[in-house]
């Protein structure tokens, strides 16, 4: 047994090992979104400061500082670094402030985000993306809350939120996430069909009275759930 545990504690240290190459590559990766557009220096320093490796199977490694959406498994990605970027920029985040993120994935957008200071609650549908991206969150010592559930419900018990970040995409935007949104706070959300949606960004200006704001198209996987796009059988 001391020896099995041996082993995959060697494993893990592989896994997580940021190697000077991988920093390199890592910066190239923040100059190519910078010249893409993305001006905001703290979600720039957030990018080079997360490992984007560590979110990925080892068969595409190799690939992580490309800027590309890649498979994690049960149909879902790790978004593109610049999308992630986009969004993020999109959000404001500042310090302290209370995120809710709509599909966990790969962990990776939860902890830009935690980089730049937010105390992250992230919701996975996906049981398996879950359980694996929970224990590699706690494994990097991560404090960002993972939830299992339908993410188009959020997570009512610790509303109200200053941001709300859903990085899949909605048919509609879901009356549920709006009403557990602060007064002043923004929710960003690509929102359109199955092949293409337009990211947009909602202000909460009061209980009754919200403000949108529409930007360009992407393409992210379906927000499944009940206020969301229904799993085909």
């Known amino acids: 047994m001391g020896y099995f545990c041996l082993l995959i504690l060697r494993s893990m240290s592989t896994v997580l090992s ?3 190459r991988h920093q390199g590559l890592r910066q190239q990766l923040v100059e190519e979104v910078k010249k893409k557009g993305i001006g905001d220096l703290r979600v720039l320093a957030a990018l ?3 490992p984007r490796h560590f979110f990925l199977d080892n068969v595409f ?3 992580a500082y490309t800027d590309q959406a890649m498979p994690i498994g049960a149909g879902q990605t790790i978004s593109q670094p610049y999308t992630v970027a986009f969004q993020t920029e999109l959000l404001g985040v500042e310090e302290r402030m209370k995120v809710l993120e709509i599909g966990t994935g790969s962990g ?7 980089e730049m200071g937010a105390r992250v ?3 996975e549908r996906q049981r398996l993306l879950y359980q694996t991206t929970r224990e590699r969150l706690l494994h990097m010592g ?3 809350k993972v939830f299992f559930g339908d993410g188009t419900l959020g997570l009512p018990a610790f509303a109200p939120f200053d941001r709300i970040i859903v990085t899949a995409g909605a048919p509609l935007v879901p009356q549920t996430l709006v009403n557990q949104l602060k007064i002043g706070g923004l929710m960003v959300i690509p929102v359109g069909d199955e092949s293409s949606q337009k990211m947009m960004r909602i202000t909460r200006i009061s209980a009754s009275e919200l403000a949108h704001e529409t930007f360009e198209n992407f393409r992210f996987v379906p927000l499944l759930g009940q206020e969301g796009w229904r799993e085909k059988c």
Do not use: H, N, P
Not at 108 to 114: G, K, N, T
């Open 121 to 123: 609650f992230s919701v």
């Open 48 to 50: 080079g400061r997360v």
């Open 108 to 114: 990776y957008q939860a902890c830009v985000l935690e």
């Open 61 to 63: 490694t190799e690939l």
């Open 18 to 20: 940021d190697s000077f």
């Open 142 to 144: 991560r404090k960002i």
